[in-house]
T-cell receptor, first 114, second 114 residues
């Protein structure tokens, strides 16, 4: 199964409301990242939080990490219609040979209604 | 600044035909390069990664192969496409930021095998 699992699978909110998405993972991580994907387009990196960090902010984004529960949350405050997209969490794993790979969850599809 | 290109943007191919998707990176040297596939409604799956010219690691046994003939060029190929090869293919390169590796994605190629 996937290392990162987002919850909920789909979320629909009104513009101006806050959106919270959660991610759970199974193994120890080095860091956890959140990405956004607009429909039919490539991924955009949003924020990275290290395993020794508990909270991080970037603009309207707030990410928390609880390594004891192996979970993370992404909060988007004061949502806008332009925030409509799929959001993925990704956890890292060292693969040797000087590289590591991100393992992605299935994503949360966020719809912000104007 | 760094830029990643993928082409074509969309591709419709018959079953049994060959495939060649190209990814090039500008503005950086010796990047780690990755190929991912996203099947409809699912998360990303790592297919191949490369830490240097001619160095390819395969994560999932499949009908596809990858090559890296030049430092900033990564090619995904197949000799005979299957229906199950349909999906959204993303190329990514990575960079170290604040001691952590972050991946940046190209615009993707949408492949439909009929």
């Amino acid at each position: 199964s996937q290392q990162g699992e987002e919850d909920p699978q789909a979320l629909s909110i009104q513009e101006g409301e806050n959106a919270t998405m959660n991610c759970s993972y199974k193994t120890s991580i080095n860091n956890l990242q959140w990405y956004r994907q607009n429909s039919g387009r490539g991924l955009v990196h949003l924020i990275l939080i290290r395993s020794n960090e508990r909270e991080k902010h970037s603009g309207r984004l707030r990410v928390t990490l609880d390594t004891s529960k192996k979970s993370s949350s992404l909060l988007i405050t004061a949502s806008r219609a332009a925030d409509t997209a799929s959001y993925f969490c990704a956890t890292d794993a060292y693969s040797g040979a000087g590289s590591y790979q991100l393992t992605f969850g299935k994503g949360t599809k966020l719809s912000v209604i104007p | 600044s760094q830029t990643i290109h993928q082409w074509p943007a969309t591709l419709v191919q018959p079953v049994g035909s060959p495939l060649s998707l190209e990814c090039t990176v500008e503005g950086t040297s010796n990047p780690n390069l990755y190929w991912y596939r996203q099947a409809a409604g699912r998360g990303l799956q790592l297919l191949f990664y490369s830490v240097g010219i001619g160095q390819i690691s395969s994560e999932v046994p499949q009908n596809l192969s990858a090559s890296r003939p030049q430092d900033r060029q990564f090619i995904l190929s197949s000799k005979k496409l299957l229906l199950s090869d349909s999906g959204f293919y993303l190329c990514a390169w990575s960079v170290w930021v604040s001691g952590q590796e972050t991946q940046y994605f190209g615009p993707g190629t949408r492949l439909l095998v009929l």
